[in-house]
Nanobody, 119 residues
Framework: VQLAESGGGLVQAGGSLRLSCAVS????????MGWYRQAPGKQRELVAS????????HYADSVKGRFTISRDNAKNTMYLQMNMLKPEDTALYSC?????????????WGQGTQVTVSS
């Protein structure tokens, strides 16, 4: 599985961005997908995740009510709609896919896309 993010950029506080994660490879092997972020000097944190089987999503408390994760299986793309952005949302956002294939668990990562929120 290969992942490629897009959609990052510079936005003012209160604005919105939509990140996309294009997925290729053995997509049927994916069990869960998620968006992570890492700000300078901070640990990487899970922002949101979504299960392949039931579509149930989970969010970090810091983004609940502002961010929405979704998948379009027909387009093999995952999205992160980010509204009411805050300066503390500034980070490198990466998408992740976890699954099971040929007898082994795997975790795939994209290269990341930068989101910068100005105050």
């Amino acid at each position: 599985v290969q992942l490629a993010e897009s959609g990052g950029g510079l936005v003012q506080a209160g604005g919105s961005l939509r990140l996309s994660c294009a997925v290729s490879g053995v997509t049927r092997s994916i069990k869960t997908m998620g968006w992570y972020r890492q700000a300078p000097g901070k640990q990487r944190e899970l922002v949101a995740s979504i299960n392949s089987a039931d579509g149930i999503a989970h969010y970090a408390d810091s983004v609940k009510g502002r961010f929405t994760i979704s998948r379009d299986n027909a387009k093999n793309t995952m999205y992160l709609q980010m509204n009411m952005l805050k300066p503390e949302d500034t980070a490198l956002y990466s998408c992740n896919a976890g699954g099971f294939y040929l007898g082994s668990n795997y975790a795939a990562w994209g290269q990341g896309t930068q989101v910068t929120v100005s105050s």
